[in-house]
Every structure is written in structure tokens, then in C-alpha cells.
């Protein structure tokens, strides 16, 4: 192997997700240790691929700050529950991205042809700490008032309203949506049976204009993906999705000129996906979206940071139920981070719920017909950003 | 067919840099630590962060005392406009082998990598100890020097060294170090009396403050940026189980396979840089590597004589590359470890161009 003839570029491997699991997401998994609760994600994907431990050639996790339960690096220790050992382990973190970072990381060992089947898991057991207070950081790092991510987050939002002249209402609208859809999906954390718009709207304001029933719930949960080369989907028991794109961004978190409401790392990763996707016009090509809304403004500014609409007009298509789940373009069918949030799994679950859904495989969530779906993370001070885009076909370039 | 650990393109390391490891940096940030590294391996090739196809970082929350430590370090890096970049809760060799990865989906030809640690904030012999089990070991607080001693102890029973054996390798890597500006510890160096039986100060590594960074090209993009390139032959890491009562910990059958796969067998390596924080740590790896006498181990002086935390790994692939880029080398192994007694092993296998 020369340096000079091995220089040339070869074409990616494609790469397909023919497994997913996960666990039910609930405040607190008391039942099962770390290692329980990861192995029963990791157990449900492989059973969905239809393979065992021993078809595993590596295993990628990845998990938010290491404080959110006090284990210092836990991939060590969870090694032998992942079936990883005698195997490579790789652990990324990425902050809240990290779900979403995590799958491409082990989607590049098969795209780059290091290994042909890899598992991948994302998690959080955060009722073994307190998340709000793991991410407040103590003085002199930031000031004493800002007390966990909605804090952080809550003045980008006020930002987004004045810019666009949006009417108040409209977070109200994506929370009713999100838990409405996650009566739907049995995973979800949140199963308000007895929600109502009013009752979303007369919730106790958290961080204004965010309120408590706007924002995200502290979730234990992982997600786990078994993912593949051509000849692994060939063998596949189920339809695989494929990934048609996938890539990460970064920026500063703060920096003179940096536009919270609309970052443009966010734009620059989904215009790189949409490059290697072939997609020009993403409103009408891609047919559902997963992405991360912690707190139910996001969605909105998300819709403009992706290209689905323009500047200033996202606010509309949630308004008039374009967003719905029966809507033109659905956005988290499965009740999204609104209704389920372990941290570092929250972005793997994007990626995953997209893959179900052009798999034909979302269940009572499901939006008939979708070939095309998008997967969204996000993390740190809005400058991390992963997303992939799959498709129920194989890529054609 | 999976190309597994050779890779497709040719890949190397063609830029390193350290900082100068020391007792403690309370005068310096993590960023400030860093910066000049990065600003040294980036001046080597001439490139500008934004020239840069990847960027992948190595780092521990819990040494630094804060969620998301790494993200200060990326205003530092100046990820503007943004950047394709991605970071391992790991030894910056991990994710050196993560962006040696993404360089072989094609997708970018160039990849800064870097890693940092302070563990003079704290005390990181109980620090490490949040790694393990934490149900049914972490309560105990064994601390990592007791840990590898049990490790030596074992060693030592087996008949595979003795406390003055042991002794050789600490005198020896210091002496090493002493052409090493970047180490420590660097020259006679008492060897002391024992922290924890069997092992003696002198066995143990120095605790400091210390970065690394290298800059990784494919093909000939990598001759361009380096009169002689270190090309990784080979890459790959494996992990054991985690609880010490189900390994034998005087070998390391993680390292071996690393190396198997990686290619180290295939000929004979000049040097190997093997991440060996304690004197018997060396002994279990040169058993599972296979070293003789013939090889040179730990020119640098090795994590004997500075072992920043998630860098010390990182650092071991920078000093095997730079002894290529210098002609000091034809062929070397360069080993990095993570977890309690050598539980996570990767191995890389480098190479300069035939002269």
C-alpha cells in the first residue's frame, strides 16, 4: 500500500440503520442500574436487526456532561453490559448534539469501511443527579442567575418574538402538538391523557416567556442503532432506512456578531446535508422532521435554521398546523424533547424516530408515506449542531 | 469488505506539539494552556484553522470540575466560520483515531486534533477513582495507585518482574527524558519509599498540567505539509472487561489483538512510545507487544516522565510520529491506555517514507 495510490477518494460505503431500540423513557428508572438501562435499548435494537452481540464489530456511545449521573468516563464501566469487550469503544460527547454526534461517528466507521455492523447508544439516567444543577456553572464561569438551559435559552426566544412579531401563543401550539403526539408513541415519557391548550396556556411561567409546560421533562432513557453496510441491509429482516447525508457544525459559544436566534452553524450543517442528500428544496422534498425543541419556541426558530421557511415566517407554518402530525410537514411525530428527554440519548432519538419513520416502522406515529425524513440535535450555548437525513431508498450517488 | 484497521487512504501524522508539562498551571486557563500548542502545530504546516477539513478533541469533565469544559476550548480554537468538529470524552489518541476515521470517508483531506488536562486543581488519584463501577467499586475509593499495585503485586508474584526491575524502568525513562524539554521529570530522580506496597514513588507517574496536538493529512495533501510524514500503517483500539477480578492483569490481551490488527507483528518497529503510567505497566506491555531488547522504548521518557491526563496517550502517537518526522525512525509502535490497570488499549502503527 503505497501513499500515493491509496491517496485517491473512494466512494462512501452506504450506510443503513436496520436496527433500533429504546427504552420507555420515564423520570426514573429505580428497576435497573446504568448498565440495565443501556442494555435494554441496546438488547431491543439488536433483536430489531435480528442479530446477536457476536454480529457486532464495534460499539460507539455517547452521553451528555458526566456529572448528570457521577460517573467519570462510564463507557469503562460499561463495556461488558454493551457486549463491547475484546471489541473498539469509542465515547463522544458533544454536549447536547451528542445523541445525534454519537450515530455519525459510528456512521462513519461503516461509510469509511473500518468495520461493516456497528451499535451505537446514547443515554442519560438523570435521576441518578440533578441536571439542572449539573449545568449550572459555578461562579466565576457565569453568573449566579442563570440557572440551568432555560435560563440560557430564554432570552434567544424573547429575541425570535420581537424579531418576527410572532404572537405569543404560538409555544403553546408546538407543546400541545408534542404531547399530543406523544399519547402516540409508547416510548414517550409524558402521556398527558388530559391535556388542553388552556392548560398549556395557564401553566406557571419557569424562565419567561417559557413555561413549565413548555419546556422538557428530566427523562432516564437510551436509544440504541444497529447500523450497516450494503451487504448487512441485504441480510436485514426489516426495510432499513439510509442515510443520505449526515453532518456536524460548530461554533463559539459566544462571540461579537453571533446570532443566537439563528445560528449559522445550524445553517450550514443542514446545507451540507442537503448537499450530499441532493436535496434543493427542502419544504417540499423532505417529508418529516425530528428535531431537538427543549423548549417549544424552538421549533419555529428551527423551521427558519433549516430551510423550511423563510426568515421571520416559521412561526406561521406551526400556526396553521402545518406542523401537525397530519400536517403537510410533520415535525416530532413522536412527541419530540418536549415529551422525553434523557440528554445525551434525546439527539440519537431524532436520528432514530427519523429512521422509523421512512422504515414504515413509527406504529401509531407513523406519517404514511414518508421516503425522506430529517434528524436534528443541538447542544451547548446553540453551537453544536448534527443532523442526518434518511430515506427508505438507497443513496444513488 | 471492511478495510478495518489499515484504512483505504494513506493517513499521516505530519504536525505535533506539546506544551511544556508541569506540577501545576494555576496561572493558566485550559484555553491558555492550549493555545500556544495549537498555534505551534498549525505555524509547522502553515495551515489556518480554517483550512482544516476536521477537527476532533480529547477531554474530561471531571478533571476540569465543570459540564462541557471542551467547549471553552473551542472558542479558543476560533470555530468561526463554523467548523466540522466533534469530541471524545476520551484520550486525545481516541480522537486522533476518530478523525483518522472521518479522513478515510473521504470527506476531508486535513484534521487538527488535540487534548488537554489539569490535574493539579485536584487530587486525581481519587479523581479516577469516579471510573469505576459505580455501584460496587467507586464507594470503596480504591484510588489508581493502589489499583496498579495490586497489578504490580501480581506481576511480581507471577515471576514476571521484581521491585528492582521495576526500579530499571523508572531510572531509565527519566535519564530518556532528559533530552526531553517538554518532561517533568527529567534525570536522577530518587526513587523513594513505597506509596502503596509494592510501589515506590518513583514508580509512580509525575501529576501535572499538559496539552498535545497533531495535525493529520491524507495522501499527498500530508507529503505537501511534511518533509517526511509518519503514515499510520496502522490503527485500532479494544477494550476489556472493566472489573479487575475477571482479567489477568499481569498481560493485556487488548493491546495484543490492537496490535495484531493494527499490523505491529508484521515487521519489526525501531521505537515504541507505550503509555505506561506505572514502571509495571511497562512490563505487562512489552509482554503483550512482544518487545525485545532491540527496540527502543519510551525515548521521550515516556508518561514516567509527564503524564498530563487524556493527553499523556496522545502525546505517545505525537512523540513515535516526530521521531519519523526526524529520521530518527523508520518504524514505530506507539501505544495509548485508558480505565483502571490497562483496561481500554489502542495501538498505531507508523511509518516514514523508505529513504
Known amino acids: 500500500m503505497s501513499g500515493a495510490s491509496a491517496s485517491t477518494r473512494v466512494a462512501k460505503e452506504p450506510v443503513a440503520v436496520v436496527g433500533i431500540g429504546q427504552t420507555k423513557h420515564v423520570a426514573a428508572r429505580r428497576d435497573v442500574s446504568i448498565a440495565g438501562l443501556v442494555r435494554e435499548a441496546a438488547h431491543r435494537a439488536l433483536r430489531d436487526a435480528e442479530l446477536t452481540w457476536?454480529?457486532?464489530?464495534?460499539?460507539?456511545?455517547?452521553?451528555?456532561?458526566?456529572?448528570?449521573?457521577?460517573?467519570?468516563?462510564?463507557?469503562?464501566?460499561?463495556?461488558?453490559?454493551?457486549?463491547?469487550?475484546?471489541?473498539?469503544?469509542?465515547?463522544?460527547?458533544?454536549?447536547?448534539?451528542?445523541?445525534?454526534?454519537?450515530?455519525?461517528?459510528?456512521?462513519?466507521?461503516?461509510?469509511?469501511?473500518?468495520?461493516?455492523?456497528?451499535?451505537?447508544?446514547?443515554?442519560?439516567?438523570?435521576?441518578?443527579?440533578?441536571?439542572?444543577?449539573?449545568?449550572?456553572?459555578?461562579?466565576?464561569?457565569?453568573?449566579?442567575?442563570?440557572?440551568?438551559?432555560?435560563?440560557?435559552?430564554?432570552?434567544?426566544?424573547?429575541?425570535?418574538?420581537?424579531?418576527?412579531?410572532?404572537?405569543?401563543?404560538?409555544?403553546?401550539?408546538?407543546a400541545y402538538k408534542d404531547r399530543r403526539n406523544a399519547l402516540k408513541n409508547p416510548y414517550a415519557h409524558?402521556?398527558?391523557?388530559?391535556?388542553?391548550?388552556?392548560?398549556?396556556?395557564?401553566?406557571?411561567?419557569?424562565?419567561?416567556?417559557?413555561?413549565?409546560?413548555?419546556?422538557?421533562?428530566?427523562?432516564?432513557g437510551a436509544c440504541a442503532m444497529v447500523?450497516?453496510?450494503?451487504?448487512?441491509?441485504?441480510?436485514?429482516?426489516?426495510?432499513?432506512?439510509?442515510?443520505?447525508?449526515?453532518?456536524?457544525?460548530?461554533?463559539?459559544?459566544?462571540?461579537?456578531?453571533?446570532?443566537?436566534?439563528?445560528?449559522?452553524?445550524?445553517?450550514?450543517?443542514a446545507a451540507d446535508v442537503y448537499r450530499q442528500a441532493g436535496i434543493a428544496d427542502p419544504r417540499r422534498e423532505i417529508d418529516a422532521v425530528e428535531m431537538y425543541v427543549p423548549f417549544s419556541w424552538y421549533e419555529p426558530m428551527w423551521l427558519e435554521n433549516l430551510g423550511?421557511?423563510?426568515?421571520?415566517?416559521?412561526?406561521?407554518?406551526?400556526?396553521?398546523?402545518?406542523?401537525?402530525?397530519?400536517?403537510?410537514?410533520?415535525?416530532?411525530?413522536?412527541?419530540?424533547?418536549?415529551?422525553?428527554?434523557?440528554?445525551?440519548?434525546?439527539?440519537?432519538?431524532?436520528?432514530?424516530?427519523?429512521?422509523?419513520?421512512?422504515?414504515?416502522?413509527?406504529?401509531?406515529?407513523?406519517?404514511?408515506?414518508?421516503?425522506?425524513?430529517?434528524?436534528?440535535?443541538?447542544?451547548?450555548?446553540?453551537?453544536?449542531?448534527?443532523?442526518?437525513?434518511?430515506?427508505a431508498e438507497p443513496p444513488t450517488t | 469488505m471492511a478495510a478495518a484497521a489499515h484504512g483505504a487512504r494513506d493517513v499521516a501524522i505530519v504536525a505535533f506539539g506539546q506544551s511544556d508539562h508541569r506540577r501545576s498551571t494555576d496561572e493558566l486557563s485550559e484555553v491558555e494552556l492550549l493555545m500556544p500548542v495549537l498555534h505551534e502545530v498549525l505555524a509547522a504546516t502553515g495551515l489556518k484553522t480554517g483550512d482544516i477539513g476536521f477537527t476532533c478533541s480529547g477531554s474530561s469533565d471531571y478533571l476540569a470540575g465543570r459540564a462541557f469544559s471542551f467547549t471553552m476550548a473551542l472558542d479558543g480554537v476560533g470555530a468561526w466560520p463554523p467548523i466540522s468538529e466533534s469530541h471524545v470524552e476520551m484520550d486525545g489518541a481516541w480522537a486522533?483515531?476518530?478523525?483518522?476515521?472521518?479522513?478515510?470517508?473521504?470527506?476531508?483531506?486535513?484534521?487538527?486534533?488535540?487534548?488537554?488536562?489539569?490535574?493539579?486543581?485536584?487530587?486525581?488519584?481519587?479523581?479516577?477513582?469516579?471510573?469505576?463501577?459505580?455501584?460496587?467499586?467507586?464507594?470503596?475509593?480504591?484510588?489508581?495507585?493502589?489499583?496498579?499495585a495490586l497489578q504490580a503485586r501480581a506481576l511480581i508474584d507471577a515471576g514476571d518482574t521484581d521491585e528492582r526491575a521495576l526500579a530499571g524502568v523508572a531510572t531509565r525513562s527519566r535519564t530518556a527524558a532528559r533530552t526531553n524539554p517538554h518532561a517533568q521529570l527529567r534525570g536522577s530522580v530518587p526513587h523513594g519509599g513505597y506509596v502503596v506496597h509494592p510501589l515506590r514513588t518513583g514508580d509512580c507517574p509525575p501529576i501535572g498540567d499538559g496539552a498535545a496536538a497533531v495535525v493529520l493529512a491524507a495522501g499527498e495533501r500530508a507529503r505537501e505539509l511534511c518533509g517526511r510524514p509518519a503514515w499510520i500503517r496502522g490503527i485500532d483500539h479494544r477494550i476489556e472487561p472493566h472489573s479487575l477480578g475477571v482479567r489477568d492483569l499481569t498481560d493485556s490481551v487488548s493491546t495484543r489483538l490492537a496490535a495484531e490488527r493494527a499490523g505491529a507483528f508484521e515487521r519489526p518497529v525501531d521505537t515504541a512510545e507505550l503509555h505506561a503510567p506505572f514502571t509495571s505497566q511497562e512490563v505487562v506491555l512489552r509482554k503483550a507487544l512482544r518487545l525485545g531488547d532491540?527496540?527502543?522504548?519510551?525515548?521521550?521518557?515516556?508518561?514516567?516522565?509527564?503524564?498530563?491526563?487524556?493527553?499523556?496517550?496522545?502525546?505517545?502517537?505525537?512523540?513515535?510520529?516526530?521521531?519519523?518526522?526526524?529520521?530518527?525512525?523508520?518504524?514505530?509502535?506507539?501505544?495509548?491506555?485508558?480505565?483502571?490497570?490497562?483496561?481500554?488499549?489502542?495501538?498505531?502503527?507508523?511509518?516514514g517514507d523508505p529513504r
Not at chain 1, 439563528?262 to 450550514?268: E, L, Q, T, V, Y
Not at chain 1, 423550511?308 to 403537510?328: H, N, Q, R, Y
Open chain 1, 227 to 269: 447500523l450497516t453496510d450494503r451487504a448487512g441491509a441485504a441480510r436485514a429482516p426489516r426495510p432499513p432506512a439510509w442515510m443520505h447525508g449526515g453532518a456536524m457544525r460548530s461554533e463559539p459559544t459566544m462571540f461579537a456578531g453571533k446570532d443566537f436566534v439563528s445560528p449559522r452553524a445550524g445553517k450550514d450543517c
Open chain 2, 96 to 148: 486522533l483515531y476518530e478523525a483518522w476515521v472521518k479522513l478515510q470517508t473521504g470527506e476531508c483531506d486535513t484534521a487538527l486534533v488535540y487534548s488537554y488536562g489539569k490535574s493539579s486543581p485536584g487530587s486525581v488519584r481519587d479523581v479516577l477513582t469516579r471510573q469505576l463501577d459505580p455501584y460496587y467499586v467507586a464507594p470503596l475509593w480504591p484510588d489508581s495507585v493502589a489499583l496498579a
Open chain 1, 54 to 174: 457476536a454480529d457486532i464489530d464495534a460499539v460507539v456511545i455517547g452521553k451528555a456532561p458526566d456529572f448528570f449521573e457521577g460517573v467519570m468516563m462510564p463507557e469503562l464501566y460499561l463495556a461488558d453490559a454493551l457486549g463491547a469487550v475484546g471489541k473498539p469503544m469509542l465515547r463522544v460527547h458533544t454536549a447536547g448534539s451528542v445523541g445525534g454526534s454519537t450515530a455519525l461517528v459510528a456512521a462513519n466507521l461503516v461509510a469509511g469501511r473500518v468495520h461493516g455492523t456497528v451499535l451505537t447508544l446514547a443515554f442519560e439516567k438523570q435521576s441518578e443527579s440533578n441536571a439542572m444543577w449539573g449545568l449550572s456553572l459555578p461562579v466565576p464561569f457565569q453568573q449566579p442567575l442563570l440557572a440551568g438551559a432555560g435560563g440560557f435559552f430564554a432570552p434567544h426566544i424573547r429575541a425570535y418574538m420581537r424579531r418576527t412579531g410572532a404572537p405569543d401563543t404560538i409555544g403553546s401550539l408546538v
Open chain 2, 294 to 351: 532491540q527496540v527502543t522504548v519510551n525515548p521521550s521518557g515516556g508518561a514516567l516522565a509527564a503524564n498530563p491526563v487524556m493527553a499523556a496517550g496522545l502525546i505517545r502517537l505525537g512523540e513515535a510520529a516526530a521521531r519519523i518526522h526526524r529520521g530518527a525512525s523508520e518504524r514505530a509502535l506507539a501505544h495509548a491506555t485508558s480505565g483502571p490497570c490497562l483496561q481500554q488499549n489502542l495501538v498505531a502503527v507508523l511509518e
Open chain 1, 190 to 220: 409524558l402521556h398527558e391523557h388530559d391535556i388542553t391548550l388552556e392548560k398549556v396556556q395557564s401553566a406557571p411561567m419557569l424562565w419567561d416567556p417559557v413555561r413549565y409546560s413548555e419546556t422538557c421533562p428530566s427523562s432516564d
Open chain 1, 308 to 391: 423550511f421557511a423563510a426568515e421571520g415566517e416559521g412561526w406561521k407554518l406551526t400556526e396553521s398546523g402545518v406542523t401537525e402530525l397530519d400536517g403537510d410537514l410533520p415535525v416530532n411525530m413522536s412527541g419530540g424533547v418536549l415529551s422525553t428527554n434523557p440528554i445525551g440519548a434525546s439527539g440519537m432519538i431524532r436520528f432514530a424516530e427519523a429512521a422509523l419513520q421512512v422504515r414504515g416502522q413509527a406504529g401509531e406515529h407513523q406519517v404514511a408515506g414518508t421516503r425522506k425524513a430529517l434528524g436534528h440535535a443541538y447542544g451547548g450555548g446553540s453551537q453544536f449542531f448534527s443532523m442526518w437525513l434518511v430515506g
